[in-house]
């Protein structure tokens, strides 16, 4: 039977609880056990799907189409373990599914309340499908002591009844304030933060504090006495100079040995972490060094590219490359070209992303033709390519190209898709239907054309990559964006969506309509960003 761990959060949000999560279980996988990590929303949306990247970051997209909590994204790229649309549950799909089944006379006339049917609801998404792995680490999402949280809280104390203790391990995250006038850290926030969970029935058997210096032994004591902990449960979470160097740090400071003990296994293997010491040497001792300008329209909030800035890094690992984002706002380059020169001369690479609306699509279309003229590294990816298509079709003579996302246009070079073949057969959208979950999501197959630099760089002409979209590349514009030089070199297998374009005379031009970066991982860069960022290298010894 499988072992679940319950991480949640206290005192302040933002203290790393989809970090833990996926460190977790990159270090019981690194000691041979199958993992398997879920992400549990508080909020009513159903899914992330129709929120703002500045309220929300990314959008993860899972392969089976679901659209997620970014942390399912931190799961994957430590784990290696494709996530599914079982693993992240919000309190707006629990109600949703719960409503429906009242509607339809499920519940035999019964009143409908938060306990059962609520936290009963939460505890069957936590055990479905969980047969094959030996931890479950399930996130609770928001900070204990919120109002929304309280049924996830309430099902998590039901479970460690369900399951006996011996199966279940509680890690609460927790903060360890260094006040700066007093010269000294503050444990009383922690101690208020476990009382608070412990009088909603769960008591927590490891504490991780996060805290900006090291916590003194007296201090690690004094948790100890007040939480109801060993003192070697507590354990101390520095800032850490990557991402990547954290399931090393919390295994030296003894996270994985102390979830082990909770669970009374004394015999597990020793980890294996060479991966994780081979990242950080490519990290800390890099051969070259590069500088990437991404034009977006989220740049103020880097959580909006998550995944992008990520897979930018993992192109650097693989070409043992130190990688500098520029975060770039499209809109400032629709001033003129001066801005536009002045940004743009000292990258060695440009990457325009995904995202949606017009505002700052002149920026990046103009971002396009300055690549494509100073023959820079390009990147498209989703909008990104569409832009590109864009700007071919205006250099080919088509001066009102534009896309019908932009508002009505004689020139409808990108084009809503209201039909398109998936998995389940023919999927049909209305033009004026809901917006959440409608889009192209999830895993589609792609045929790349065999001499394309595409193929190349997957070694294969057969791909399946991740989509999030609801706008296409027009075929009827194939010619004039060949006249231009721009190739399809990838399309959907019944021929029907271009999937990839490329310059074949370009140093390095690719634009894809589906998204890349969501399938990268530290220990395994996607070849499109390993291309990229070697391109880019190139580019900086002739600069």
């Known amino acids: 039977m499988a072992r679940f761990i319950f991480v949640t959060g206290g005192v302040v949000s933002s203290l790393g609880k989809g970090l833990l999560s996926a460190s977790l279980g990159a270090l019981l996988q690194a000691r041979g056990y199958k993992v398997r990590i879920r992400k549990f929303d508080p909020y009513l949306n159903v899914d992330p799907g129709t929120m703002s990247p500045y309220q929300h970051g990314e959008v993860y997209v899972t392969d089976d189409g679901a659209e997620s909590d970014l942390d399912l994204g931190h799961y994957e790229r430590f784990t290696g373990v494709s996530a599914r649309q079982s693993d992240n549950i919000t309190t707006g799909r629990i109600y949703r599914d719960i409503i429906a089944r009242e509607r339809r006379g499920d519940y035999l006339g019964a009143t409908v309340q938060v306990i059962p049917h609520v936290t009963n609801a939460i505890k069957e998404f936590a055990r479905a499908d969980v047969d094959d792995v030996d931890f479950v680490i399930c996130e609770i999402g928001g900070t204990v002591g919120d109002i929304e949280s309280l049924p996830f809280v309430e099902a998590l104390r039901q479970l460690r009844n369900d399951l006996g203790r011996d199966n279940t391990v509680s890690v609460h995250t ?182 949606f609306g017009e505002r700052g699509s002149e920026g990046k279309i103009a971002s396009v033709r300055f690549a494509k003229e100073r023959g820079v590294p390009f990147f498209g990816i989703c909008l990104g390519m569409q832009m590109a298509c864009i700007e071919g079709a205006r250099a080919s003579g088509i001066e009102q190209a534009s896309s019908t996302e932009f508002g009505p246009t004689p020139e409808p070079v990108i084009g809503l898709i209201t039909e398109w073949m998936g998995k389940e057969g023919l999927q049909e959208r209305a033009a004026d239907g809901d917006l959440g979950g409608t889009m192209r999501l999830g895993a589609y197959e792609a045929e790349l054309g065999h001499n394309s630099r595409v193929a190349s760089a997957y070694g294969s002409t057969q791909i399946s990559e991740r989509h999030r979209h609801r706008y296409e590349v027009n075929t009827h514009y194939k010619d004039a964006l060949e006249k231009d030089g721009l190739i399809f070199s990838g399309m959907s297998p019944d021929g029907r969506l271009p999937e990839i374009v490329e310059r074949p005379d370009h140093p390095w031009f690719i634009g894809v309509q589906f998204h890349p970066e969501l399938k990268s991982r530290p220990f395994e860069p996607h070849p499109l960003f390993a291309g990229f960022i070697g391109a880019a290298l190139e580019q900086s010894r002739l600069v």
Not at 182 to 209: F, M, N, W
Request: charged share 25%; glycine share 8%.
């Open 174 to 355: 927790t903060l360890v304030p260094w006040i700066k006038a007093a010269g000294e850290l503050k444990t009383k926030p922690t101690q208020h933060s476990v009382r608070e969970i412990s009088s909603l029935g769960v008591q927590p058997d490891v504490l991780l504090c996060r805290c900006e210096k090291p916590i003194p032994q007296g201090d690690r004591e004094k948790i100890a006495l007040f939480c109801n902990v060993p003192a070697s449960a507590v354990i101390q979470a520095l800032d850490a100079r990557s991402i990547y160097d954290v399931p090393l740090q919390y295994h030296s400071e003894g996270l994985d040995d102390e979830v082990l003990r909770a669970f009374r296994i004394d015999d597990a293997p020793a980890p294996d972490l060479s991966r994780w010491h081979d990242i950080m040497d490519r990290l800390d001792h890099p051969e070259g060094e590069v500088t990437i300008g991404v034009v977006g329209k989220y740049v103020g909030l880097p959580d909006a590219y998550k995944s992008l800035n990520e897979a930018l890094v993992h192109g650097g690992l693989a070409n043992r490359t130190k990688v500098n984002i520029r975060w770039l706002d499209a809109e400032l380059f629709e001033r003129g070209d001066e801005s536009l020169a002045a940004e743009l001369e000292p990258l060695h690479g440009i990457l325009v992303p995904g995202g």
